[in-house]
C-alpha cells in the first residue's frame, strides 16, 4: 500500500510538473543580418507559424520573442530577402541568429497573397509574393494552376492537366520561370508544355509583373516567376524535414512529398544538406456532366542540395529531376471535316467513358534534369561577387493514337541541351547607393527524331546589364541598362524541296528602367516606372511546320518575324494599416511586332483526321489593365479579400481586338479564425466566390468559336492543426467548384471540346518531425 502510494505521488507530481512546463513561456532573442554583408536588417518580422506574437527587430537588427515551451516552427521574414523557417525545441530562453540572403536583385513592391499584415517597403517593380498558408492552400495543383491567387495572373491551358501562367496578358517564352534561381530552359514554346517545376519545393513563389529584362534578359519581357526553397539550415547538428500528402475526389489524385534537411555538427560546421521528392498520380477527370477520357498523370521529382557557407565565401550544389506522363483527351482528333464541325458545335465528347488510371496514346512524356553550382565571396563588407553556372536537359516525346499510327515510337522527340553562365558583382555603401552589374552566357543545342515539329537549332546568347539604387528621405530612385545579342542556326526542312535549309540570324537590342518610390507616410506609398525591352521570335515562331498532335491542330511560323518591342509604363498606390491593405495598380504596355498565333479559319487533313489551322503573325499591340487588391481585418480574427484584375488589349495592325486575351476576373473571399478548442488549433474556415466575364472583345471571325459565357464558381475551405505524435499536423480541406457549375473558360485551348472540371474535395496534410536538434541551443 505505501509502495503504491509513493508511485501515485510521483505520478502526480511529474503529471504536475510537465503541466507547469508546457504552459511556462521562454524568450527567444537574437540578431537578423544580411548574410553578405553581416550588416543588421532593421524590421524584419519574427512569428510563430500558426501561433501568436510577432516581433520586430530593432535598428541593431536586435529581437526579442515571447514563446510557449515546447517545438515552435519559428518564422524569419525581411522584404526583398529569402525568408526562413527552422523548427525550435523551446525548454528555456535561446539565443538565435538569423542571416538572410536577398530574393531579387531589384527592390520590389511586395503584395503578401495572404491573411497576414502587409509588410512595407519602398519599390520600383511590382512583385506579388505567395508564401505561408496561401502556398500551403495550393498543395497538389501545378504551377500555372498555384499562381491563379495571384492577382493580374491566370492561365492558358490545354484540358484539365496542362496549364502555364499568364502575367498581365503575355505567356509563353515571355514570362521567365526560376527554379531555384535557375532560369528554366526546355520547350516552353509550346502552348501545351507546361513548366516542368515541382510546387512541393517552392518555401516562395514570387511573381514579378512587367518586364524585367535588365536582370533577366529577353525572356522577362512579361515578367519573371521565382520559385524559391527555403534556406539550408544554419544551426549546426540538426536534422528535421516535414512530409505532404494530397488526395482529391475529382480524378482521385493522391499525391506523397517528402523532405529531409540538416546542417552537420560543429566538426563541420557551414555545411548543410536537403533531400526532397514528389510522386503523383491521378486519373481520368471529371465535368458535372461527364468524365474526360485519357486526363490521367503521372508524375515523380526529385532534388537535392548541398552547401557549405563561411563568413566571407560559400559553394552551393543544386541537382532536379522532374518527369510526367500526361494523357491527351480523347476525341480531339477526328475523322473528317464534317466530323470536326460538328465536335465543335456540340462542345462535349461523343464517347462516354469509364474511369481509369491509365494514360492510353495519345499522351506526351518530359523529363526534365537541372544541374546547379553557385559560389560567393565577400570581398568586403558591403560588396560581393558571385557566379552561377547551371545545365539543363530537356526531353518531350508526344505520342499519336495507334489508328492513327502504326508505330511505337514517338511522333515527335525533342531535346534540348542547356548551358548558362551568370556573373554578378553587388555593391552597398553607407551614402544611399546600392546596386550591381553583371554578365550572362547561354549555349543551347536542340536534337529532333522521328515526325517535323520544329527544326534543330544552335543558339549562343550574351548579355550585360547594370543596375543602381539611390535612396534619400522618403525617396528610391532606380535605373538600369542592359544589353543581349543572340545568334541562332537553324536546320529548317523544306517540305517542297525536301532539304533542309541552314538559315543563321543575328538578334540584338538593349533594355531599359528607371523608376521611383515616394513615401507619403509610413503607409502611403506611391511608385512609378517606365522599362523598354525587347524579344527575338522564338525557334517556334520562327519555323514550325507540322502537325501538333497534343493540341489537335497545325501550326505554321514565319522566319520573317521581327524583334519585339515593348514599352512599359506602370503606377501603384499602396495603403497598408494593420486592418486595411490597398494595392492599385495600372500598367500601359505598347508591345512593337507583337507575336502571336491566330487561327486562320482553315482545317487541315491529316493521317489523323481534320486539324485546326494556326499561324503566327504580328502586330502592334495595346496592352493596359487594372490590378486592384484590398485586404480588410475588422477583427483580428476576421479577413475578408479582394481581388480584381481588368485588362483590354488593342491591334493597331489589324484595328481591333487582340485575340485571347483574359476577361475580367473578380475573386472576393472571407476567412475567419475560430482559434483553438479541444484538440483542434488554430481553426479556420473561409469560402472565395470567383467570377470570370465573357470575353467579349474579340475580333470577329478569328476563331473557330465564339468565347464562352461568363461564370461564377464557389471555393470553400477549412484548416487546423492537429497533434499528432507530438508533432502539430497541419490539415486543410477544400472544395472547389462546390456548386459543381459546368463552364469553358476562353483561355483553354481544349474549350472547342469538352466543359471545365467539376466539384473537386481536396485533402492536404502536412507534418513537420525533427529527427536531431542541437541540444547546446537549448540552454
Known sequence: MKTRLLLFILLFSEVVHGQEKASRSYTVHGNVADIATRLPLAGATLSVVGGQGVALTDKAGVFSLGVQAGRIRLRCEYIGYRPIDTLVTVSGDRHIDFL????????????????????????????????????????????????????????????????????????????LILNNGVALEAQQWGQEHAPEI?????????????????????????????????????????????????????????????????????????????????????????????????????????????QYYHKNYGIEGYYSNFYTKIGIEFDTDVGSYSDLLLRISEAEPPTTYPFSYFIDRPYQTVDHSTAKLRGFYNISDSSKLEVQYAYQVNTRQEYEELSFSTSLAPAIYLQIHTSTLDLSYEHKDGGGFSGSFGATGMNQGNVRLYGYLIPNFIDYDGGAYAIEKYRHDKWLFEAGARYDYRWL???????????????????????????????????LKLTGNYSAAFRPPSINELYIDGVHASLAEFEIGDANLKTEQANDFNLQLNYATHWLNVDLEGYYNHINNFIFEEPTGQFYHSQGGELLEFQYTQGNVNFRGIDLGIIVKPVDSLDIISKSSLIYAWNETIHNYQIYTPPMRLQNGITYHFGSFGPFKNFLAGADDIFVAKQNDVPPGYDFAPPPNVYNLIDAHIGFKLNINKTYADIDIAANNLTNVAYKDYLDRFRYFADEPGRNIIFRLRVPFEILSNHNNNN
Open 198 to 306: 515541382d510546387p512541393f519545393i517552392a518555401n516562395q513563389i514570387q511573381v514579378i509583373k512587367g518586364p524585367d529584362g535588365i536582370r533577366y534578359g529577353a525572356d522577362a519581357i512579361a515578367g519573371v516567376i521565382s520559385v524559391s526553397p527555403k534556406r539550408l539550415p544554419t544551426d549546426t547538428g540538426i536534422m528535421d524535414g516535414e512530409v505532404n500528402a494530397v488526395g482529391m475526389t475529382n480524378s482521385r489524385l493522391g499525391a506523397f512529398s517528402a523532405m529531409l534537411e540538416g546542417a552537420l555538427g560543429k566538426k563541420l560546421p557551414g555545411l548543410s544538406y536537403r533531400v526532397q521528392g514528389t510522386f503523383k498520380r491521378s486519373g481520368d477527370v471529371r465535368t458535372p456532366n461527364y468524365l474526360l477520357g485519357n486526363t490521367g498523370l503521372l508524375e515523380s521529382d526529385f532534388s537535392a542540395a548541398v
Open 100 to 175: 538572410l540572403s536577398p530574393s531579387q536583385q531589384t527592390l520590389s513592391q511586395v503584395n503578401i497573397q495572404s491573411t497576414a499584415e502587409p509588410h512595407k517597403e519602398v519599390s520600383t517593380l511590382d512583385v506579388a509574393v505567395l508564401q505561408g498558408s496561401a502556398l500551403e492552400q495550393t498543395r497538389g495543383l501545378s504551377l500555372g494552376d498555384a499562381l491563379k491567387s495571384v492577382t493580374g495572373v491566370t492561365t492558358f491551358q490545354t484540358g484539365p492537366s496542362i496549364a502555364k501562367p499568364v502575367i498581365h496578358g503575355l505567356t509563353g517564352s515571355r514570362v
Open 489 to 523: 542556326r537553324a536546320f529548317a526542312f523544306d517540305a517542297n524541296a525536301a532539304k533542309i535549309d541552314v538559315t543563321t540570324t543575328h538578334y540584338s537590342g538593349t533594355s531599359a528602367t528607371l523608376g521611383t518610390t515616394y513615401n507619403f507616410t509610413d503607409n
